[in-house]
């Protein structure tokens, strides 16, 4: 099933409707159920020492898993998360983005669920997992 | 086994360590291996239409499980999550504070394990469930 | 809101459904979202040393979210587990029974979220915790 | 970092120590970090209607991660769950195998977190998937 919105489509549609933290994220890349994109680190999502905070790791597999999802079923502001299991493997890299690569496994009529995993871009190793369950609202007949 | 460290000694610890979110959240009360704070909630941490987001829910309960353990354990600003699961059950209620309820269900010499209940003030029924594990740095000798 | 189903009709039911695993438990109370149950543990359940199996565990867990929410709705076979976290806290205590506290956290039309705590009969530490939601089949229309 | 068992010596180990379950189970294949493995199913695995359990799935997972964990360290029989969260999405298909693909995620001295997904043979889609996070005692100085 190939994606119905582009990475720009959903760049767009992250500005309008999260106003106020999609200035924090860019899309590079979607593909079928697969969506890569990075946190633009700033001084508000740092710890001392430079690593990337566990609520702003948070944040960005939260934000891939939502837009993985929109991907495929097009703009659905009301999707909202029910679950997240998260692992916090290694420390972020400073000084580095930090990328997500989340990864649909499940689109159903009400829940779909995205594994994520968080890289320091250049790092081989994962710093983190997650795996999301977003429920869909009902879809408006046409 | 009783706390040993005071509502406001890990208030001014959280001021010292985390200098950047520690104006986000207030300790109220800490008891034998619970603990309740919230969160003073300011723009950044609301989504549209009023309600927190997500990553400030997360937020919330990782900061309580992490005091919850070192009000047992004593000042450790190493210790770190290694993991988390969380279900978003409830929309938080707009324009009142949200509270935390943690519960430490173990603390070994590795690892604590703790449960976060998430209120919105003056609801009966939680917005959020969380489990936390803290990986805690070997302690140094005397 | 009042259990719909008593803990005599629960294990009927259990019986029923789940003929190959209902002589494994027994139901002890319900109460309002609550339910209290246990492992009758026998040598399959076990591992060297006498200490209670993780899948044992896990099945404990899994059927007093599942009771714990028909208690509630109703009998509903059709209830499937969606996601389940668990922490494994303590090694459970030989030669006694495995007892699990089950919490309804959110009953909702399409979701329930369960807690559950496990205890070795005696002990007053838990042996583990799990979170567990249950996707709940449309009701039929009377 | 190559494995240090091969398939044939996880066999053996399991047979060794998990006597009452080993025969439910095949090893595949080791490769660096990562394991294949089979549930041989039998009767007591399936619920009505010839569907696999969720606690039969849930051993699965658990019993490969052990494996794909003792694969990269030897033989440690006392390294123990202490986390698992797992996604049931799928209905596995009746009489066919269940394959866990494991891939282990970290592998610190303390910990390992391996990623689990489940398929029923012959299917593309996954069945389930999980995550766990295994304690490994400190190493005996040789």
Do not use: W
């Amino acid at each position: 099933m190939p994606a119905v919105m582009t990475a720009e489509e959903l760049s767009r549609f992250m500005k309008e409707v999260f106003a106020q933290v999609a200035d924090d994220f860019a899309v590079d890349e979607v593909g079928e159920g697969t969506l890569t994109m990075r946190l633009l680190t700033q001084d508000r999502h740092l710890r001392p020492g430079g690593t990337i905070s566990g609520p702003s790791m948070f944040a960005l597999a939260d934000v891939s898993a939502y837009l993985a999802t929109l991907a495929m079923i097009g703009p659905q502001a009301l999707a909202v998360t029910t679950n997240c299991s998260i692992d916090f493997m290694r420390k972020p890299k400073a000084g580095v983005d930090l990328v997500a690569e989340a990864r649909l496994l499940k689109l159903g009529k009400q829940l779909s669920v995205t594994d994520v995993m968080l890289y320091s871009s250049g790092m081989a190793e994962p710093v983190a997992r997650a795996t999301l369950t977003y429920a869909i609202p009902p879809r408006k007949a046409a």
